[in-house]
């Protein structure tokens, strides 16, 4: 029998883990160690199995692994480290450059690599890279 409607069933955050959904759709996550770290916490294996991928992991979990790191404080330490840590980097606060060129607010500078290597995990493909903008 062919299915008429597929439906994807996904476990809830529980308010304190809320900041892993906007790290799971920032790519700093393939770069920062520590925030990779916190997705591997809540479930090693199932991490490799989704190839590393935090929206799919994010996506797979069981509920009552979300609702045991809700309430471990280490781990609840962990992720309010790693959420400062980028909201300072979203941010420019902290920076380098706004140390050196805190003078210069109307200058936007931006660098695209079209030889980012992103994980397996990623769900962007090579075109995808060629549509990003060059000058901001």
């Known amino acids: 029998m062919k299915s008429i409607h597929t439906f994807d069933v996904r476990p809830s955050l529980p308010k304190a883990l809320q900041p892993l959904l906007a790290m799971a759709h920032n790519l700093r996550w393939s770069w920062d160690h520590a925030e990779g770290d916190l997705f591997r916490r ?17 996506g797979a979990i069981d509920q009552s692994i979300l609702e045991a790191a809700a309430k471990d404080d280490s781990f609840l330490a962990h992720l309010k480290g790693v959420a400062d840590r980028q909201d300072l980097y979203i941010s420019g606060e902290g920076s380098w450059y706004r140390r050196e060129h805190a003078k210069e607010n109307d200058m936007l500078v ?22 990003w903008p060059a000058i901001i």
């Open 42 to 58: 809540l479930d090693g294996n199932l991490w490799e199995t989704c190839n590393r991928n935090p929206v799919a992991l994010l």
């Open 110 to 131: 931006a660098y695209f690599s079209r030889n980012l290597e992103l994980p397996n995990a990623s769900r962007f493909s090579p075109e995808d890279s060629a549509c």
